[in-house]
């Protein structure tokens, strides 16, 4: 008689273990889905841009106008969300704009931790090719051009178009000359040119098969970093592109394997660039004197002392009658630096010194002696 209550409470216990079972199941399974995508993205498996699968040939790879209208809408940008989980997920700290470079947190001001924050916001690249790679000059150009691309579109950034720096090889060779008598790389020697702080260069292989109608290319490499006013190599990305399909021809199929692998390559290279080179500025920005005609060792030192009083640190690199070096570091900008070499000649008794010429962060100045 009692059986039938008995078996209306199992079957109600029954479904409610049923109903929470599956209100449990989605979400985690969605988490995963979302963390693993999360991960492919920063990993650099996947971008939003170029997915790592075999690409057609498409009148437009752009995404970008897709991307750019995410982000201006107010949400955040998939890189951003990605990074968030993944963080979230293995216990990092949470990164963003606002965020003081690794490392630099301890011992400087808060001024400086800004001044840090917003000139690593503001690293101007300039991106070459390995001329000894054997890369073919065009697609040098169309790796260079899609890695300009990115910092255009997705970093807001201004660019040294192959180009111009093809021509400028040429146009600077004599001043190149008189200015470094060759201690320095010609590349070098424009990035300073150009104000850049970091260089990269692509160095990168490729090859493609196929027949009429089906076409495959693949490219693979490295991507190095190089910090511009002293050549220090800070770090390189590897890639390797998936193989990529064209209709059209061999050299298509090669080119978008190249040009989805510099895409694909340029969010970690940028990131790594701020990393790796905010870790480099825990003096401060690096800038380098040369001072012309300081006949005696005394005087030098004696401005070295004066400039210690001006920058953060001050090291003499070297000393003779017509050329002293010495290294700067300070949390300002190019023009209070030059301002501050003036004010440190007039206390170490050299009113007369003044700049012959500037090249990037490094200052070349006359003694008047």
Sequence with gaps: MRLGPMLKKFSVLTIVIAVASCATEVPVQEVNTESNRAKEIVQGSSTPDFPATPVQPAPSQGTGSTQSSSTSSGSASPQSTATQIVQSQSGLPPSGPSSSPAGLSSGLSQEEQAFLADYLNRLSYMVYYNESSGLDPQLARIGVSQANRYLIEKQ????????????????????????????????????????????????????????????????????????????????????????????????????????????????????????????????????????????????????????????????????????????????????????AIYDAAISAMLPDMYLVYMRGKSFTFNSGL
């Design 156 to 339: 807001g950034l201004s660019v040294i178009d192959f180009d111009q720096i093809e021509r400028n090889k040429k146009d600077q060779l004599s001043a190149y000359q008189a200015e470094t008598g060759g201690s320095i790389d010609m590349i070098q020697y424009l990035a300073q040119k150009f104000n850049a702080d970091i260089y990269i260069e692509i160095d990168a292989q490729v090859s493609g098969s196929g027949q009429a109608g089906a076409f495959s290319g693949s490219a693979q490499g490295t991507m190095k970093l190089f910090e511009a006013s002293t050549a220090v190599l800070l770090g390189s990305i590897a890639f390797m592109s998936p193989p990529t399909f064209s209709p059209v021809s061999l050299d298509a199929a090669v080119s978008n394997a190249l040009a989805a692998s510099i895409w694909q390559s340029m969010p970690k290279v940028t990131e790594q660039s701020k990393a790796l080179y905010g870790a480099s500025l825990s003096r401060g920005v690096r800038f380098e004197l040369i001072a012309q005609k300081i006949p005696d060792a005394k005087q030098a030192s004696q401005l070295v002392r004066a400039l210690g009083n001006k920058f953060k640190e001050a090291e003499q690199l070297s000393f003779s009658p017509g050329e002293t070096r010495i290294a700067l570091y300070g949390f300002m900008s190019k023009a209070k630096a030059q301002e």
